[in-house]
């Protein structure tokens, strides 16, 4: 099946830096990927969708300043936290819809696990 | 109001077991999606089965089925002969054809006991 790599995994980092996330699509072209933020024991939140060539679509209460997403190629997107404190620290999750699919299926990448310290 | 809506927080089942996991949803479009997604502890999201809203058989995918009770607006999956492997979150999510988003339940946390 299609397969979505994301990077890092884990990444721990100091309150007032900036961290960047990526999100590859490793066998298919993803026009669109989609970003989630996960808190504990809780269902996958919306954050953003990312669109190629294009500027990203935020959802509500979600600060565009704050999460930073470029999607530059058909194959790849990034999101960066700037700025990074400690209400930040969560589990950042990227998915992508195959463009030649057929069933909307989305393809999840394995997270990545920030802590700000 | 909630438009996806898991009712079982978590849930205990014997190992071997058959286990039901419950799903409803709301939506007023006539043409959508439902899926169902497996999160063990590692966090990645792993896509389990698919149903259409006009699919006319219920969907299934070696050891899981989804009950796809359109009046009642359930998509209930089912694992047969559950395995420790098994134990994980799982989450229900429709997607409407007039919106390109996945809409998320809450999640039921399975654990399997041997």
Redesign the interface.
């Given at each position: 099946g299609a397969v979505v790599s994301q990077h890092p995994s884990w990444v721990i980092c100091k309150s007032g830096t900036s961290v960047k996330i990526e999100c590859r699509s490793l066998d298919f072209q993803a026009t669109t990927m989609f970003w989630y933020r996960q808190f504990p024991k809780q269902s996958l939140m919306l954050m953003a969708t990312s669109n190629e060539g294009s500027k990203a679509t935020y959802e509500q209460g979600v600060e565009k300043d704050k999460f930073l997403i470029n999607h530059a190629s058909l194959t790849l997107s990034t999101l960066t936290v700037t700025s990074a404190h400690p209400e930040d620290s969560s589990f950042y999750i990227c998915s992508a819809r195959d463009a030649g699919g057929s069933t909307g299926e989305l393809f999840f990448g394995e997270g990545s696990r920030l802590t700000v310290l | 109001a909630q438009k996806i809506t898991q009712t079982q927080p978590g849930m205990f089942v014997q190992e071997k077991e058959a286990v039901t996991l419950d799903c409803t949803y709301d939506t007023s479009d006539p043409s959508y999606?439902l899926?169902w997604?497996k999160q063990p502890s590692?966090?990645?999201?792993?896509?389990l089965i698919?149903q259409?809203s006009y699919d006319q058989q219920n969907a299934t995918e070696g050891r899981y089925s989804l009950n796809f009770q359109k009046a009642r607006k359930s998509a209930n999956l089912v694992i047969s002969a559950s395995q420790l492997g098994d134990s994980a979150m799982y989450?229900c999510a429709m997607?409407e054809d007039s919106n390109?988003?996945?809409i998320?339940?809450?999640?039921t946390?399975l654990i399997i006991k041997p």
């Open positions: - | 999606g899926f997604y590692s966090g990645e999201m792993i896509f698919y259409g989450f997607r390109y988003q996945l998320w339940g809450a999640g946390k």
